[in-house]
């Protein structure tokens, strides 16, 4: 998001997901699509077999989206920007780059132009591993496509080189003028149902609602002057920045409405003992989660079948959520947690319904100023919406980059800071199932979903397999430098050799035991897609 | 171009067909194996019109419309002939609509009262088939309901993109069978496109007829794509999701989290009291006693060692109106910046 911000002047998506039938080629990139974002990697099928629109498929994995692509680039965990760069290098070598869109609407340019020459197909080929003839097709198809998308997930944002290989690709789109259209930009798909939501209203340390910074005075007056109070110009901490400043004793009290870091945060022994020095850890859920069972309070919360309210999708789109049940006595939503504790802390808020929320949300929030709980009734809008008759923007940055100039920013190819030795001769690299969702929380007590996938299994190639005489089924135990798992085996193709991966759902075989925490000096975003690991047959 | 359709007068573009323009003008033509975003195939023949000039009757979903046509939709002769597809239908169909999980909203059962058919005129004693395991245990699957329209396959096919299904045998024996169960991901597309009760759901126990269940229209709770759906609600016990063509980003499409993945709202071990540790073991608190406990806490601490001691976590699953007032809270209440969620992990 910071990555984008940036570059662009919005971290969102910049198309729609209907949109992305307009697209003659989709790269896809860092996102296991049909798994994580399934109805989107239907839609990415069909347009494939049915439409003959291209697929470019650049992952470390064998991801079923390889079976309808044109091409799969296989570079190593971690080594985006190299590739990223290398296709920049090739499209301006071969003046498939759109001049009259860089001169028009970018800046930059030269500094991008001089960094990528050095990445020349050769050289790639020596980092990632990637054919050099297939760089420059896929090279070739992306920079001579009418309307070009490019998707990507947590497999590019994951690192803590993440927002490079963010500003890498948007640096791709610039150059070839895939944005502000139809089938074009920069698309990240957001991975939980209201992450997008969570963000435009201002849950991050450095931002109020609707992205304006809490460095600025002028919009803090803004915002002192709506709530009543003085606020705090010092930008927080984020998520991995809290563990630590609890583990060194600055951070005395933590409050977790509906997030489960005791198994989705890296490196979770330390979390274990940074949450063991609070002096209150309050957990708001609806089931005793790994967090909640290490709380000093647990508040029942309602799920979103029961409570009326809005999320907002991958696309920008705000929509209803509306309540279908009652959920089980003593339980409350969580808004109405809240306004009680705040009055009783001394600060009163008083709600009667999450419509009158809203209400409030517009009037601070310029991008939701013209969405209204009726206007939603006929169906979402996607922000920005200035106004009451505004329709919406299903496209980002048509006819001007948000920015005003789209920002070309040159970037390097750096090793993630985990490389296999000769103690840890594997990357680890992490992800979510199909079947599964994010810390379990709600799929593993559906029995469906369990029996379709009960366990933890990790991955490894079958060559590897050989060398360490595993068997399919067996079990491995994992064993990184800050700790260790023990988890089925899968032996399959999907990853090469010297990689491994393995699913984060499972609280029994905690794989964020072993993940780093090194951030992205931007972003704050941790490395969980490379660890180096090594592995023991048990 | 122009066109007549029952006598009324219609002007429309070229390249469709003549079901898109008589959908688009309002009126109906009944069909059982068509949908609208599958190609169509003109199998099933309830959508026969008669077309002025041509000796016999066309199919509407597959043929394409074309300037000048004079189109009659709905003549006693249609008539006869919706009521002829209905009966073969009905050789095989059993007649157990009591018990299938589709009364009430069956399409075959709706044609068989609408074209007022009183008796299966063919119906052979149905073969005996022998229950076939689906593909998934999501959904069970009763051989002798298929009406062979086949929109199961065509939707995995040209919607899912996965070809788990086909049709086996002909003649009489002819059955759409998993011929390829291992790229079945559980998604139920099929379910949702079957419009008798060949496939139904094998999640609940608890069943409902439609007129007795509520159905709301909402947004699925899991991964960004924001699906739209409706939960079907029986006194208060989730009993199924739906969604339909047209509605949402995902027009009508889900995975098998949105569809099958509700189970876990009804859960026996869902929190239903707050709770306090005390000696180190959590136990049941009231709400007062609970948010005394937090408000005094969280006051000592800010008083003692700064706002800044204090950081929140929102969450990316609950709705914009908390996570906005949970903000609120960390900075105008509390007073420091610290609040962050999930959206880095």
């Given at each position: 998001m910071v990555g984008l911000a940036t570059t662009l002047g919005s971290g969102a998506m910049t198309n729609s997901i209907a949109d992305l039938k307009e697209a003659d080629v989709l790269l896809v990139t860092g996102s296991n699509t049909t798994e994580t974002h399934p109805v989107i990697g239907m839609l990415l099928r069909n347009r494939a077999r049915f439409n003959g629109s291209k697929i470019i498929v650049v992952d470390p994995r064998k991801i079923d989206l390889v079976e309808e692509a044109n091409l799969w680039l296989q570079p190593k965990p971690g080594d985006d920007i190299a590739w990223l760069n290398g296709l920049a290098h090739i499209i301006i070598k071969e003046n498939l780059y759109n001049k009259p869109f860089i001169d028009q609407h970018t800046e930059g340019f030269e500094a991008v132009k001089e960094k990528v020459s050095r990445y020349t197909p050769e050289f790639v080929e020596k980092i990632t591993g990637i054919p050099k003839d297939q760089l420059i097709r896929a090279a070739r198809m992306y920079g001579s496509a009418k309307n070009a998308a490019i998707l990507y997930c947590m497999g590019i944002t994951q690192h803590s080189k993440g927002t490079d290989g963010v500003k890498a690709i948007s640096n791709l789109a610039l150059l070839c003028g895939q944005l502000g259209k139809p089938g074009s930009g920069v698309n990240p798909l957001r991975g939980q149902n209201n992450v997008q939501g969570a963000c435009d209203m201002g849950c991050l340390p450095t931002v109020y609602p609707g992205y304006q910074g809490v460095g600025l005075k002028e919009l803090r007056d803004k915002f002192e002057s709506h709530w009543g109070v003085s606020l705090s110009e010092k930008p927080g901490l984020t998520v991995v920045e809290m563990s630590q400043a609890a583990y060194e004793g600055k951070i005395k009290a933590i409050y977790i409405m509906g997030?489960?870091?005791?198994?989705?945060?890296?490196?979770l022994s330390h979390l274990k003992k940074a949450y063991a020095k609070l002096e209150l850890l309050v957990v708001q859920d609806i089931f005793l989660t790994e967090s909640a069972q290490v709380a000093h309070v647990v508040l029942p919360s309602l799920s979103f079948l029961e409570k009326d309210g809005a999320f907002v999708n991958t696309e920008r789109r705000v929509q209803r959520v509306r309540k279908a049940l009652n959920g089980p006595e003593g339980a409350k939503a969580d808004w109405e947690i809240i306004c009680d504790l705040s009055s009783r802390f001394g600060y009163s808020m008083n709600y009667g319904n999450p419509e009158e929320i809203f209400e409030e949300i517009r009037k601070v929030t310029p991008q939701y100023a013209g969405i209204t709980y009726a206007r939603l009734e006929s169906g979402g809008i996607q922000w920005p919406c200035p106004d009451a008759s505004h329709p919406g923007t299903p496209v980002l940055h048509k006819g001007r980059i948000v920015r005003g100039k789209g920002l070309f920013v040159p970037v390097d190819y750096i090793p993630p800071p985990e490389v296999p030795d000769r103690d840890y001769p594997f990357i680890l690299s992490t992800g979510r199932d199909y079947y599964h969702y994010h810390a379990g929380s709600m799929t593993r007590k559906v029995r469906l979903l369990n029996e379709m996938c009960p366990e933890s299994l990790v991955e490894i190639n079958p060559s590897d397999a050989e060398k360490l005489g595993i068997n399919e089924g067996g079990r491995v135990r994992v064993v990184g430098r800050r700790g260790d798992f023990v988890s089925k085996v899968k032996i399959t193709d999907k990853v090469s050799s010297g990689v491994v991966f393995a699913k984060f759902h499972f609280a029994e075989a905690p794989v964020n035991l072993l993940t780093n925490t090194v951030l992205d000096p931007e972003s704050k975003i941790t490395d969980l897609k490379v660890s180096a690991v090594r592995i023991e047959k048990c | 171009m122009r066109m007549t359709i029952n006598g009324r007068a219609i002007e429309t573009e070229e390249g469709v067909t003549i079901l898109q323009v008589a959908q688009q003008n309002g009126l109906r033509i009944p069909m059982l194996c068509h949908m609208e975003s599958l190609i169509p195939t003109g199998s099933c023949r309830m959508c026969v019109v008669e077309v002025q000039g041509l000796e016999n009757p066309v199919t509407a979903c597959n043929t394409q419309a074309l300037d000048g046509m004079v189109i009659e939709t709905d003549t006693p002769k249609i008539r006869e002939l919706r009521k002829e597809v209905l009966q073969f239908f009905l050789v095989k169909h059993p007649l157990d609509c009591p018990v299938c999980d589709k009364g009430g909203e069956c399409d075959l059962q709706d044609y068989v009262y609408e074209y007022g058919i009183q008796k299966a005129e063919y119906q052979v004693e149905a073969l005996a088939k022998e229950y076939k395991t689906y593909s998934t245990p999501a959904i069970k699957y009763h051989p002798n309901r298929c009406i062979l329209c086949s929109r199961c396959i065509r939707t995995c096919r040209e919607i899912v993109g996965r070809e788990v299904l086909d049709l086996k045998e002909t003649?009489?024996?002819t059955r759409v069978e998993a011929v390829r169960p291992e790229r079945c991901i559980s998604c139920g597309e099929c379910l949702a496109a079957c419009p008798v009760g060949a496939l139904t759901e094998n999640i609940s126990s608890i069943k409902g007829r439609v007129w007795q269940t509520k159905r709301v229209s909402t947004v699925c709770g899991y991964c960004g794509v924001g699906c739209n759906l409706e939960a079907n609600v029986v006194g208060n016990r989730m009993i199924k999701v739906t969604t339909k063509e047209g509605l949402g980003t995902n027009n009508g499409v889900l995975c098998v989290k949105g569809r099958f993945g509700y189970e876990f709202v009804n859960s026996p071990e869902r929190l239903r009291t707050p709770l306090i540790r005390d000696n180190g073991k959590l136990r049941e608190a009231s709400w007062d006693e609970a948010m005394t406990y937090v408000s005094t806490k969280l006051r000592e601490i800010k008083e003692k060692n700064g706002p800044d001691s204090i950081a929140g976590l929102a969450s990316a699953r609950v709705t914009c109106e908390e996570n906005y007032l949970f903000q609120k809270f960390i900075r105008a209440a509390i007073g420091t910046n610290n609040i962050d969620h999930c959206a880095r992990l």
């Open positions: 997030e489960n870091p005791m198994v989705t945060d890296p490196d | 003649g009489f024996d």
